[in-house]
């Protein structure tokens, strides 16, 4: 979003781009995107180096009036928690939870579910589209969160005997009790993770098998599967990373809740959602306001990041209505 | 267009249907199918093998899966949502109602204050772009969207209540004064939504012919910002206004928590860790069909509101 944008030339139609870098060429030139772009991968890269950029176990507590409690030092640089722990190398790992939640979710519901069932529909018309298109309205009309919440509640009941067997008899070990809470947040995101990317893949199906080069490639005997990967998909990826940059802080948002009630990861894994509950209430705030702004900040942070690179995105899809 | 809108209300309709048994059926099992019941979050250390099964009994757990499933819907059609365990067998309406109440007094000021502030944002937005001002806005905006709930209910009160002592942090009921921190904490994220929403749409709008035209004619433009753009801008709030009728009664779970606001989020927590069978069930089955039911409405304003839209049976489900 720079201050002016001056209009596209258009005089020059031998040297303009080929539109597949058109996308990245105006991404390049909005500086806040870049920005964003940047923040987003300095947390990305802090939860994939997590074990290398941190400065202590994320888990080992130091239980001594003077390590408890600490406000930023040079030896804790987030300060520490009321266990002792290092806050800032939980803060590390929690962009790890937040990085792996948010990856499994993008992949497996927005990118899988959303995509294909998307691709369907608006492919196939007819019965099939309706029926996935009013799934996906009732679903996102159910009260999103308290169904995650019952399904996580449901889940984890059983959790304890789940996570004991798979140590015992796969070869997950001692990580058996931290994926499987994860999985289960995993399954109660998915549900919802696929309906936007759905709905959007859809409508430009819906408009690009119209245009002309996909009713040439048609005509010519193009099979399904050809028309959908070579003529379809590529003019709906633009919208649809537009779409997922949007969904993006919602993603995250929904472990960081469950997270926050303790229905989300196992309590050993570091997660915003479990940081953000430690640092409690108004009177915690008021006396060791260090631990909600050092893990607050970061994830505040996060969320603009994606905010700000899915309304520049916006602008770059569809010029339309917002170049003027 | 009675006779097209009367299909085609009952099209979707008869297309919900389905969807909704389906999602009741599946929240049901959820819930059953869970290693834990009701008696046993109600007994906890008090646990008594005999005394369980004739709680099962009287509730009916002990039937078979479907039997109970049936029962309910037979129940349901009488307008009986069951009873709720954790609340000495009150009905579920008897629970849910005044919590919905109070969380719906809430949410009414929050839209009226995330719509009153974000269009005209959006409107201005609009107006000054090319300048930096309206990334500006509209950042500014995105930012506080940014901040999660659970930050600034904790960082609003400590600021305006310890700090400087502007409001208290009782709950006095929802006409109380105190109500205010609490709303504004709830809405001004979602101002940001309803801004941009706003700003593409004046943009749109003021790219057409028609605009073009009154400002040809020599009207003033105010004239032409006010009754020409923003008054056709203003269409697709409908249905964002639409979609955030059944928020109305689902509540803020944080803010309510946060607050120790006794709204229908908390209480839905509760009846969730509690395994309050028949509120968890009811009050799903009820934020759906206030979601569809809001979806209809959004399609027959559109045809009261813009003429050019006509609702035809023909235009499929």
Redesign the interface.
């Known amino acids: 979003?720079s201050?002016?944008?001056a209009p596209l030339e258009t005089g020059d139609l031998g040297t303009r781009p080929a539109p597949r870098y058109r996308f990245l060429r105006e991404l390049v030139r909005k500086k806040?995107a870049m920005v964003a772009i940047f923040l987003i991968t300095i947390f990305y890269l802090a939860g994939i180096l997590a074990p290398w950029v941190s400065t202590s176990d994320p888990n080992y507590q130091r239980l001594t009036i003077e390590e408890r409690l600490d406000t930023p030092s040079s030896v804790h640089w987030f300060g520490t928690d009321g266990a002792g722990r290092d806050l800032y190398s939980r803060v590390v790992y929690s962009a790890r939870t937040t990085l792996i939640f948010t990856l499994v979710v993008i992949l497996t519901g927005s990118l899988v579910l959303g995509l294909s069932l998307g691709l369907l529909a608006g492919y196939r018309g007819g019965y099939v589209d309706?029926a996935i298109m009013?799934?996906g309205?009732?679903?996102?009309?159910?009260?999103t969160?308290?169904?995650m919440?019952?399904?996580s509640?449901?889940?984890r009941?059983?959790l304890n005997d789940v996570a004991f067997w798979l140590k015992d008899n796969t070869f997950l070990g001692d990580d058996a009790r931290a994926i499987v809470p994860f999985l289960i947040i995993v399954g109660a995101a998915l549900p919802f993770a696929w309906i936007g990317s759905a709905r959007i893949v859809r409508s430009q199906v819906l408009a690009i098998r119209e245009q002309e080069y996909v009713l040439a490639a048609e005509t010519i005997g193009a099979s399904t599967t050809r028309l959908l990967v070579r003529h379809v998909f590529p003019g709906v990826l633009p919208i649809f990373l537009v779409g997922i940059s949007a969904s993006m802080?919602g993603i995250a948002?929904g472990e960081?809740?469950l997270s926050?009630?303790g229905l989300g990861v196992d309590p050993s894994t570091p997660s915003f959602g479990t940081l953000?509950?430690n640092?409690?209430?108004?009177r915690t705030?008021?006396e060791y306001p260090h631990m909600?702004l050092v893990s607050?900040i970061p994830?505040?942070?996060f969320?603009?990041s994606w905010?700000?690179l899915g309304?520049a995105l916006?602008d770059i899809v569809?010029p339309?209505?917002?170049r003027? | 267009m009675s006779q097209g809108l009367a299909g085609y209300v009952i099209r979707r309709l008869l297309w919900t249907v389905p969807v909704i048994v389906a999602i009741s059926i599946l929240v049901f099992l959820l819930l059953r199918l869970a290693p834990q019941d009701p008696i046993d979050s109600l007994l906890g250390q008090r646990y008594d093998e005999e005394i369980a099964q004739r709680l099962r009994a009287k509730y009916g757990y002990d039937r078979p899966l479907h039997i109970q499933y049936l029962k309910y819907v037979q129940n349901l059609f009488q307008g009986d949502l069951g009873v709720s365990t954790r609340h000495g067998d009150f009905s579920v309406a008897e629970v849910i109602v005044p919590k919905i109440r109070v969380s719906a007094g809430m949410n009414v000021m929050a839209m009226i204050l995330v719509f009153g502030l974000g269009i005209p944002v959006g409107v201005y937005a609009a107006l000054v772009r090319g300048s930096f001002l309206d990334p500006l806005i509209i950042g500014f905006w995105l930012l506080i969207d940014s901040i999660p709930v659970f930050v600034s209910a904790v960082v609003a009160p400590w600021l305006f209540a310890l700090q400087l002592g502007w409001v208290d942090l009782t709950y006095e009921g929802v006409l109380h004064p105190n109500i205010i921190l609490p709303v504004f904490v709830m809405s001004l994220p979602g101002v940001a939504g309803v801004a941009r929403l706003m700003r593409a749409s004046v943009i749109q709008v003021s790219n057409e012919e028609y605009v073009r035209t009154a400002r040809a004619k020599g009207l003033r433009e105010r004239t032409v910002v006010v009754s020409h753009v923003v008054r056709n801008a203003l269409l697709p709030m409908v249905t964002a206004i639409g979609l955030s009728l059944p928020g109305l009664f689902t509540g803020s779970l944080f803010v309510e928590l946060l607050f120790g606001i006794p709204g229908i989020a908390r209480e839905s927590l509760q009846a969730v860790l509690g395994f309050d069978f028949d509120v968890v069930l009811g009050l799903v089955l009820f934020g759906s069909v206030l979601f569809v039911l809001a979806n209809i409405l959004i399609d027959i304003a559109y045809g009261f509101i813009d003429p050019r839209i006509r609702i035809t049976a023909a235009r499929g489900a």
């Open positions: 979003m201050t002016v944008v806040i309706a009013r799934v309205e009732v679903l996102s009309g159910v009260p969160l308290l169904l919440l019952a399904i509640a449901a889940f009941t059983r802080a948002g960081i809740a926050y009630l953000l509950g640092a409690g209430g108004v705030f008021q909600l607050g994830i505040i942070l969320f603009f905010n700000l309304d916006v569809e339309r209505t917002y003027r």
